[in-house]
């Protein structure tokens, strides 16, 4: 089957990798190149790019989706299916059904559930104990489209962003080359999704790490950490004092787990503070805080943030 790819990110990767290797991958669509670095001199190229240059793929960068010589220059390529992974932008409608077979995209949930931007994050965040892939006819409204296939991964207890993204994207990887089978065999069928069991997640942002220990339970903190250690992290805001220059300063979590105990001590108050760890009561729970980054500083141990910032057992954190 010929194929055109849409992808950008790391989790683009297994898919891409999967296609190219049993079908033929005509072009590959991907996101702009970025400067970063000092001076912003150097230039950062997705993954994407970088795997289809080496293998002679043909790459588009589009500014603009809905221009017209962004389309003439995709009809070009006369793919029999576009096929969507982590892509990063909504495609126009028109571009969808250019493809023979059309187009259709894997997301990294068990739809109707978690439709949108960050499925993995949502599901971690909410303390789901499984999730999984579907793949899907892609329509004009976001995921929303007629499930074609669908499967299930574990989420581990101690499983992490980090850690769960790779197992999906393998799982998800074996998932779309069974159902480019079955689109190539003229099998593939279409299931509606049932709009009574959907749900939805936004795009990550900075104030999704933001927790209280007074107002969240130690579970609560600990799954959101799960979801948000890579960024944008998990941190509280401490009052830096009328004196400061800014009122208040973010101190990051880096490394937690919820206990149990401390039941008499206040939530948002420091349950213990010595050699033994330093421990906040929550809601409902404790967290034991094993590395944390205070504003401005390196990240530490628990013993170096005692020592230095002296966080007192029965006082507020």
């Known amino acids: 089957m010929r194929i055109v790819f849409w992808g950008s990110s790391d989790f683009s990767m297994p898919f891409l990798e999967a296609i190219q290797a049993h079908h033929e991958v005509a072009a590959v669509v991907t996101n702009l190149d970025k400067p970063f670095g000092r001076g912003q001199k150097e230039i950062h190229r997705t993954p994407v790019k970088i795997f289809a240059q080496s293998r002679g793929i043909p790459v588009l960068q589009p500014l603009q989706l809905r221009d017209s010589a962004f389309e003439a220059e995709f009809r070009v390529f006369s793919p029999d299916l576009s096929v969507i992974v982590s892509y990063g932008k909504i495609i126009p409608e028109p571009l969808l059904y250019v493809p023979r077979y059309s187009s259709i995209n894997v997301h990294a949930s068990v739809l109707p559930k978690y439709r949108g931007a960050s499925p993995i994050q949502a599901a971690l965040a909410a303390g789901d104990t499984v999730t999984g892939n579907t793949v899907q006819f892609v329509t004009r409204e976001m995921d929303k489209g007629d499930v074609i296939a669908a499967s299930s991964v574990p989420i581990l207890p101690g499983d992490d962003y980090e ?10 990887a074996a998932l779309l ?62 009052d830096c004092g009328e004196e400061a220059e800014c009122r208040y300063a973010a101190i990051f979590l880096t490394a937690i787990e919820p206990v149990e105990g401390f039941e008499n001590t206040p939530p948002g108050v420091v349950a213990q503070a010595n050699r033994h760890g330093l421990v906040v009561r929550c809601r409902e729970g404790a967290i034991r805080i094993d590395r944390i980054k205070p504003a401005g500083k390196k990240d530490m141990d628990f013993a170096s943030y005692i020592n230095g910032y002296r966080p007192e057992a029965g006082k507020q954190f």
């Not at 080359?177 to 990550?204: F, N």
């Open 177 to 238: 080359l069974e159902t480019l089978r079955r689109i190539g065999d003229g099998a593939a069928v279409r299931t509606p999704q049932s709009e009574d069991e959907a749900s939805y997640c936004r795009l990550i942002e900075k104030e999704n790490g933001r927790i209280s220990f007074a107002e969240l339970s130690a579970r609560e903190i600990y799954n959101r950490f799960r979801a948000f250690r890579h960024w944008p992290g998990v941190f509280v805001e401490k």
């Open 163 to 172: 850690t769960l993204w790779p197992r999906l994207a393998e799982n998800g």
